[in-house]
């Protein structure tokens, strides 16, 4: 298959978890691929089984000089630039008021504001490449069913991840006169290395807790990295050269109800 053949993707935390199933999805659709990630051991794997089409750079996207060298090397290494999947985040559960500064900052920046830096890094190769793309760049973001919905005790999680959302709608316009389209990937709690984090107080027993959240999912079944590889490919390809602005639930039918 090659829905995505020629084109240079960029994907921050891609060494695990959901930025590993996008990228192992497009490099099957033909993507040449940048992992920018802060865990190198785990990155080195995943690249060493993509081979030739998949690269790796250290990068904290909460650093704006490493953003902008992670878009210099995807440029030098392949070329161009034509999808950036924004993708690197992490949780916190807790109460309210229970988060210090450090904390606070932490969450926000790593969920939110990292996006924001490498988003401004990736916009001239994105630019650049649009010209030439009938369908368009892309730009994606992972927000969570928590950027569309909220639920207690993931405050500065959910506030962030609604912050991804909005910011998608906002560039989606913005961004639309220069061919570039940019939607938001929203999964429910996922089946990735951090899905005890997510499952707080459901059960002592995380399969217990999986078997109870299963049953609150119509389909149910949990989404895996894999199913937002899916989506993902499809909102990066020319099939979805309409589509801007949109925050995609992979949930299963959760917000059906």
């Keep these: ?7 240079v993707a960029l994907i921050t935390g891609g060494a695990s978890g959901i930025g590993e199933g996008v990228a192992r999805r497009f490099a099957v659709e033909g993507a040449k691929v940048v992992i920018a990630d802060i865990d190198e051991a785990k990155a080195r794997a995943v690249i060493d089984d993509l081979g030739a089409v998949a690269r790796f750079i250290r990068c904290d996207h909460r650093v704006r000089g490493e953003d902008e060298a992670a878009v210099a090397f995807a440029v030098k290494t392949f070329g161009r630039l034509d999808i950036l999947h924004n993708n ?7 109460a309210f008021d229970s ?15 990292g996006s924001m830096k490498m988003t401004q890094a990736a916009l001239p190769a994105l630019r650049k490449a649009a010209k030439d793309l009938p369908g368009g760049a892309a730009i994606l973001f992972t927000s969570s069913l928590q950027g569309i919905k909220a639920r207690p005790n993931f405050s500065f999680y959910t506030a962030a991840k609604h912050g991804l959302v909005g910011l998608t709608k906002s560039l989606a316009l913005e961004l639309a006169p220069d061919n570039i389209r940019v939607n938001a990937i929203c999964p ?8 005890p984090k997510f499952l707080p107080g459901m059960a002592d027993d995380m399969d217990e807790a999986r078997r109870r959240f299963r049953a609150g999912i119509p389909l149910g079944r949990m989404p895996e990295p894999i199913d937002v590889g899916h989506a993902a490919v499809y909102l990066a390809s020319d099939e979805a050269r309409l589509i801007t602005g949109i925050a995609l639930p992979i949930d299963g039918g959760q917000m059906a109800g």
């Design 1 to 7: 298959m090659s829905r995505l053949a020629g084109r």
């Design 99 to 113: 988060a210090d500064d450090a904390t606070i900052e932490r969450v926000v920046g790593v969920n939110l504001v």
């Design 188 to 195: 429910t709690v996922i089946e990735t290395p951090m899905l």
């Design 88 to 94: 690197a985040g992490g949780p916190f559960a807790g």
